[in-house]
């Protein structure tokens, strides 16, 4: 175990020894300053901290530093009712206070003790109280701030962990200080029955040996010492607690900001010193000091002001460089700055991303990063969300790297119903096409949602309509966001569990730009880059014997073939196409190699017959309700679908290596050239 923690251990149970073990007068003499000394710590750390989370171990040593003093004044009231005496400390503070006179010496006592109770216990509990309450109901709202934050790039990941930890501790610390302000309340109510108790039970003791008298100024000054040595270092650290909760974050101590906000408002100062001086030619006020203090007031607040007027001189100069500067055509280079990915909107669809307004897009953006981290396994990024006045009023657009990919209408008020062939009965709406996959569809209104579902319709609100259409956008697109930094973030991933895999690879046998390609030629076609490990010893293998990242690209699919298999056939069956075993030869023969790669190179007829072939067997899956899936040859594959993805660019090709064993698949259709 580590020192701090068994020192601790020692310490609460020291404590908690103490209520039962007797003491002498020295060792309590010196427990009492020990005290002393610890309350002024803790209330000297309280001013110089610049939040509260730097002191978050406050509650938990608000209840130590109680129950020690709690553990005092029982050792002290068994030394003042058993010996008449409970050492030099308490002695001397009890002189120091009575003077002479009993009386004026316990009322003195009293009205501290009622101030500490009263004002400042009182105060810091229910401060405590109503920001624990306030730090409660607004961590949803924080919570949601920093996702909006992190979605539109003002912060990245860690930065948005950080402040939620941060807001989570808030709530735990404001919360403790509600429950440990009861313990400074309890304790003051403790320590004006342990004085009344001392009191009384002195003067019965003490009226064998002494004379009522005697007894009286004995015990009540014993009394009086022992309840100003516990309740100044509480009400040291009631004033701590005070501080602790009222105390607002800021980049400088107690202190600094005393003096900084003080003096910042000098007409203050000198309208004090204004007062001070109308108020000596009062009479029977004290004149001499009163114009001194107007004068220190004056000269405070002339100085003040002057060296403000400075300032503020100072800084005009720098606006008027900062326009000049932003004449100057440097400054157009910050405008080539091209956001990857960006979501435009008209003012109508402000309700939808504004969360105070209810608005759950923000989120929605959020759970789509994460669904495609999932998916296929690179992080997209950051999705600039931005207002147009431009657009129509309902209308976004999406864009990639500056650059409009699409574009589509929603109404916020309504929501969208699709018949996905299943409804059994029309319903009243605007029609409308679903901008994400283009089915017919219908805007209703709320009060309608029920009605569309029961009839079998497919209803979703506009937030998701525009979170479904950005999500396909992403995957369709997804190649042309995966950069070299975004590849270099993975392996550094991958190298922290591999990295003798990733050092084997890059540099010595393929470049990041390698690497690359043939991610982007898997996402390109819906392939999951999640298995890292298996792309990169799967490249280890072949890229000694070819750096063409095509032919490396179908290396690395064929040992994906179980991850190609569970995702576009996870039955375990299909009807596919097949391309006829001529068509295959053909393209085998006029694959053309060069020091750049290969490419096929056929004449215009053959590929037009091709396209019909291939466009008339699609149709009849897309009639049949089935996905139209491409099985052929592995060194035919990667030509067959560079030919037809600019026709097709969602058909799914696959090589009959990239296919389970147990895969039972059914020709039902052929391409021929």
Sequence with gaps: MKFADVFIAIVVIAIIMLIIIPLNSIVLDMLLTINLALSIVILLTTLYIKEPLEFSIFPSLLLLATLFRLALNISSTRLILGEGYAGAVIETFGNFVI??????????????????????????????????????????????????????????????????????????????????????????????????????????????????????????????????????????????????????????????????????????????????????????????????????????????????????????????????????????????????????????????????????????????????????????????????????????????????????????????AMDSGVASGDIEGIDAIEPAFGLPAKWIREEQKDEAEMLGYTVVDASSVIATHLTEIIKQNGHELLGRQEVQALLDNLKETHPTLVEEVVPKLLTLGDIQKVLRNLIQENVPIRDMVTIMETLADYSIMTKDTDILTEHVRQSLSRTITNRFIPERKAKVITIAPELEQKIIDNVKQTEFGSYLSLEPDIVQTIYNNLSREVEEFLKLGMQPIVVTAPIVRIYFKRLTERLFPQLVVLSYNELEDDVEIQSVGIVRG
Excluded: C, W
């Excluded at 650290?237 to 800021?250: D, F, K, N, Q, W």
């Design 99 to 416: 003077k002479g006179n009993v009386a004026v010496g316990f009322i003195i006592f009293l009205i501290i003790v009622i101030v500490q109770f009263i004002v400042i216990t009182k105060g810091s509990e229910r401060v405590a109280e109503v920001a624990a309450r306030f730090t409660l109901d607004a961590m949803p709202g924080k919570q949601m701030a920093i996702d909006a934050d992190l979605n539109a790039g003002l912060v990245d990941e860690q930065t948005a962990r950080i402040r939620r930890e941060k807001i989570q501790r808030e709530a735990d610390f404001y919360g403790a200080m509600d429950g440990a302000s009861k313990f400074i309340k309890g304790d003051a109510i403790v320590g004006i029955i342990i004085s009344i108790i001392n009191i009384i039970g002195g003067i019965i003791v003490g009226y064998k040996d002494m004379s009522i008298s005697e007894a009286i100024e004995t015990y009540a000054t014993m009394t009086v010492g022992d309840g100003l040595v516990s309740q100044i270092p509480a009400l040291i650290i009631s004033t701590a607690s005070g501080i602790i909760v009222t105390r607002a974050a800021s980049d400088s101590s107690l202190g600094e900001d005393f003096i900084t906000q003080t003096t910042n408002q000098p007409i203050a100062l000198l309208i004090a010193a204004l007062f001070l001086l109308m108020m000596s030619f009062f009479p029977g006020f004290p004149t001499a000091i009163l114009l001194a203090f107007s004068a220190g007031f004056g000269f405070l607040g002339y100085k003040l002001y002057s060296e403000q007027k400075n300032i503020e001189t100072v800084e005009d100069m720098p606006i008027e460089q900062e326009v000049e500067d932003m004449r100057s055509p440097e400054n157009v280079i910050d405008l080539l700055h091209v956001d990857p990915l960006e979501l435009e909107f008209g003012y109508g669809i402000i309700p939808l991303v504004d969360v105070e307004q209810g608005g759950d897009l923000l989120d929605r953006v959020v759970m789509i990063r994460r669904q495609i981290a999932l998916d296929l396994g690179f992080i997209v990024p950051v999705v600039r969300l931005r207002d147009n006045i431009q657009l129509e009023p309902n209308e976004y657009i999406i864009k990639i790297k500056g650059v409009e990919v699409a574009r589509g209408k929603v109404l916020p008020d309504h929501y969208l």
